[in-house]
């Protein structure tokens, strides 16, 4: 069963508008969340991550927004720059950290000039 | 450089070959985790290092897959008798503790015909 689901494959946004990417988890015990970005032929790359016991977590133009209670966490690009085309993954680790991590299928990222 | 290293970046088995994956982690880091990353899907935990001491292998699939890491440094994936399902990016992490982001190699993609 699929614990970390991002039910978007693709999304395209025009270069300087929002990107929202979305995540959705069904483990409970899941305390930490993460978003990692992968360009093709590398490894993923750590953006962004934020704990169960707050609600958001900014980092430049990155924010992520988490709520427990709809198990629902999501990604926030703003402005969206040609750069940021990548595939998003979501992670959730239930150890606080960064072991054993479970991650969802990703979502694609067009940004439009 | 000085980030993860992965060796090689592509193989190609015929089924029922052995095959042995190399993971050289960023110097002084303690965590090191191996996942499997499938066509289309997101990557897999298989196990998890600290120091030469394997912690969890429990998303290794099968008892043909072995990991090891003897001086808690450089890791070895191995895999025995090949099969097609095992064709996947091997993507090796580590990090300074398991509370630290992880960092991620390149990846070892892996084919098996």
């Known amino acids: 069963d699929q614990q970390v689901k991002q039910n978007s494959p693709s999304l395209s946004v025009q270069e300087g508008r929002i990107s929202i990417l979305n995540c959705d988890y069904t483990n409970s015990m899941f305390d930490y969340f993460l978003w990692y970005k992968k360009y093709p032929a590398e490894g993923p790359t750590f953006l962004i991550s934020i704990s169960s016991i707050k609600d958001k977590n900014e980092d430049g133009r990155f924010t992520v927004f988490l709520n427990k209670s709809a198990k629902h966490l999501s990604l926030h690009i703003v402005p969206s720059q040609p750069g940021d085309s990548a595939v998003y993954f979501c992670?959730?680790?239930?150890?606080?950290?960064?072991?054993?991590?479970?991650f969802g299928t990703g979502t694609r990222l067009t940004i439009i000039p | 450089g000085a980030g993860v290293s992965q060796s090689p970046r592509y193989k190609v088995a015929k089924r029922g070959q052995d095959v042995a994956l190399r993971c050289d982690p960023i110097s002084g880091h303690v965590s090191l985790f191996w996942y499997q990353q499938a066509l289309g899907q997101g990557p897999e935990f298989l196990t998890y290092?600290?120091?030469?001491?394997?912690?969890?292998k429990s998303g290794l699939p099968s008892d043909r897959f072995f990991a090891e890491r003897p001086e808690g440094s450089v890791s070895t994936l191995k895999i025995q008798r090949t099969q097609q399902e095992d064709s996947a990016v091997y993507l090796c992490?580590?990090?300074?503790?398991?509370?630290?982001?992880?960092?991620f190699g390149q990846g070892t993609r892996l084919t098996v015909v």
């Open positions: 290092f600290q120091n030469e001491a394997q912690l969890d």
């Open positions: 992670a959730a680790s239930e150890l606080g950290g960064n072991e054993k991590l479970t």
């Open positions: 992490a580590s990090s300074l503790r398991g509370d630290t982001e992880a960092f």
